[in-house]
């Protein structure tokens, strides 16, 4: 893939208003899998909490429009891995990332959304793969959810995990933000991975004190 612009999929905060669960729910479409199938691609979204998951790559980088996007952080990959899986629902399935936080039992926690690109990530990473195990949820409080996955390392070790974290940040330049012409070209190229893997939309969730 070319990337012209390499934060255009992650670059600006965005809002929305919540669509109601009950609707979400019903416009659910739901795959013709049965619980314990599993998929190595695919598009999914994870929520995440309104602080600590997502971030700017870049301290000094523009707050609305950084030039190298938002990454999850390093508290996000940790309860991650403490907790051996990822829960995910299956964009196609969901149909939004607004319909994703609005399912979620706990939704009033979460204001962001990042869409992983699970056959991606299987591609980049040749000694560590995943999975995404269809897991719906039938009864409240977590259900319903048809469009229910937990994304497992097909190693069965957190190791995985780390591996991903790894192989998405390692790239870019250290520091603040990149100075050199070689260290900006080596985070745009960067960014433009990133943003293939992994795209966070900031602020999905309707909040009143955020612009």
């Given amino acids: 893939m070319t990337c012209t612009k390499p934060c255009a999929r992650s670059a ?3 809002t929305g208003r919540m669509l109601s669960k009950e609707g979400c729910i019903d416009s659910q479409k739901t795959p013709a899998y049965v619980k314990g199938d599993t998929v190595d691609n695919g598009l999914f ?3 995440l909490k309104r602080k600590g998951e997502a971030s700017k790559r870049y301290e ?3 707050d609305s429009h950084p030039m190298y996007g938002f990454k999850l952080t390093k508290k996000f990959w940790k309860n991650a891995v403490s907790q051996d899986d990822l829960s995910l629902n299956e964009v196609s399935c969901t ?6 936080i609005a399912i979620h039992p706990y939704s009033d926690s979460y204001f962001h959304v990042a869409t992983i690109d699970l056959g991606r990530v299987n591609e980049m990473l040749s000694d560590h793969s995943f ?11 977590d259900g ?28 870019f330049p250290r520091g603040k933000m990149p100075n ?13 991975t ?14 009143t004190q955020c612009n």
């Avoid at 897991?135 to 409080?141: A, I, N, Q, R």
């Avoid at 990133?194 to 909040?207: A, G, H, L, M, T």
Wanted: aromatic share 10%.
């Fill in 131 to 141: 999975v995404a195990q269809y897991d719906p949820l039938e009864s409240p409080p």
């Fill in 95 to 100: 149909g939004s990332a607004g319909c994703s």
């Fill in 194 to 207: 990133y943003n293939q893997v992994v795209s966070i939309k900031r602020w999905v969730r309707e909040d």
């Fill in 12 to 14: 600006k905060w965005r």
């Fill in 45 to 47: 979204y994870r929520n």
């Fill in 60 to 62: 000094n980088d523009d």
């Fill in 144 to 171: 319903p959810n048809q469009c229910h996955y937990e994304l497992l390392p097909v190693n069965g070790t957190t190791q995985s995990l780390f591996a991903l974290q790894l192989y998405l940040d390692s790239p």
């Fill in 180 to 192: 050199s012409t070689a260290d900006c070209r080596t985070a745009e190229e960067a960014t433009c």
